[in-house]
């Protein structure tokens, strides 16, 4: 069965430093992956996407990720961190044939000033 | 913009009282799901439908049950609240064209106690 772990509960980074965040998937196939951030008190927001082509991936708030295929990974990567960025990140994978998604247990990620 | 919004952002309710979620969202799509958010688990779906009057159950459906009886709207039932359903529930939906780009609502966090 599809599945996806996030191996970082909780990072804490400094206002301008880099981020990455893990996630590693389990699925048979090639799989379609996704980066959902949810801010304080609000829903999740679809940050990127990855279906098929190129491994490396841009999303919105200057979020990019990478697919790598031998090392079944999909990490959230950010050169320059806000303060605004401070939220609970969740990587997902899609379900195979039942269209649904599939969550991590999400990455809380704190920014120092 | 699109919107999701749910009826109720904290709702406090006892044992054995039967609960309503309500979720409507304004953007005609035709998938709709409802999560629970616990710390540590991530996201797990209920129930999602496909269709007005469609209902699927998810992974966690045993004591809920869900009612679609327009599009836009999708309900979240508790027949008998109970203390470990103590939890945030997450209301989405999603366009059949576009698979997996969910549009999530800000949450209703439920304690039962």
């Known amino acids: 069965a599809q599945s996806v772990t996030q191996p970082d509960i909780h990072i804490t980074v400094s206002e301008g430093a880099s981020l990455e965040l893990r996630c590693n998937y389990s699925y048979g196939a090639t799989p379609y992956l996704f980066w959902y951030v949810q801010s304080p008190g609000q829903g999740l927001q679809l940050l990127l996407k990855?279906?098929?082509?190129?491994?490396l991936v841009q999303g919105i708030k200057g979020f990019e990720a990478e697919f790598k295929r031998s090392q079944s990974s999909f990490n959230l990567r950010k050169p320059s961190v806000h303060w605004s960025d401070a939220a609970e990140y969740f990587c997902?994978?899609?379900?195979?044939?039942?269209?649904?998604?599939?969550f991590g247990t999400g990455t809380l990620l704190a920014v120092q000033p | 913009d699109v919107k999701v919004t749910q009826s109720s952002r904290y709702l406090v309710k006892r044992t054995g009282e039967k609960v309503f979620l309500e979720c409507v969202q304004d953007m005609d799509h035709e998938n709709m799901f409802w999560y629970r958010q616990d710390p540590g688990l991530g996201l797990r779906l209920i129930y999602f439908?496909?269709?007005?009057?469609?209902?699927e159950k998810g992974d966690i459906p045993e004591g809920y049950s869900v009612s679609r009886e327009k599009k836009e709207r999708f309900s979240l039932i508790l027949e008998s609240a109970s203390t470990n359903q103590t939890s945030m529930y997450l209301c989405a939906s999603e366009d059949q064209g576009n698979y997996y780009e969910q549009y999530f609502g800000p949450g209703t966090r439920l304690t039962v106690t």
């Open positions: 990855y279906f098929s082509g190129d491994t």
């Open positions: 997902a994978v899609e379900g195979g044939a039942t269209n649904k998604l599939i």
């Open positions: 439908s496909y269709d007005v009057k469609m209902k």
